[in-house]
Nanobody, 125 residues
Framework: QVQLQESGGGSVQAGGSLRLSCAASNYRFSQYYMAWFRQVPGKGREGVACIYTTGKSYYGDSVKGRFTISQDTANKTIYPEMNSLKPEDTSTYYC???????????????????WGQGTQVTSPH
């Protein structure tokens, strides 16, 4: 059974940095997208960043220039580096990974078959 284990959430003052990680276990795909989404209560899930195994990455408009996503394909782990955090970055962050037949835009949540449990990131004023 595929599992996505997220870590690294916490509280950081506005302007600070935080690095999350997401490791996929029992994940047998060799070419895939993995991504991060975020969601606040009462709103839909927002695509933050995604990365393909070739290294190609995409970012949501609200985080471009501040967030960077990297990967360790040998360990099927991705690392979003979040810099210049703003209060509006406060959210629950979810890791996602492709499954069999995954298709579509990398920042569209409907693409992904596997999801982590979520980790909270808070950036107070």
């Amino acid at each position: 059974q595929v599992q996505l284990q997220e870590s690294g959430g916490g509280s950081v003052q506005a302007g600070g940095s935080l690095r999350l990680s997401c490791a996929a276990s029992n994940y047998r795909f060799s070419q895939y997208y993995m991504a991060w989404f975020r969601q606040v209560p009462g709103k839909g899930r927002e695509g933050v960043a995604c990365i393909y195994t070739t290294g190609k990455s995409y970012y949501g408009d609200s985080v471009k220039g501040r967030f960077t996503i990297s990967q360790d394909t040998a360990n099927k782990t991705i690392y979003p580096e979040m810099n210049s955090l703003k209060p509006e970055d406060t959210s629950t962050y979810y890791c996602a990974a492709d499954g069999l037949g995954s298709a579509g835009w990398g920042l569209n949540e409907e693409r992904y078959h596997y999801w982590g449990q979520g980790t909270q990131v808070t950036s107070p004023h």
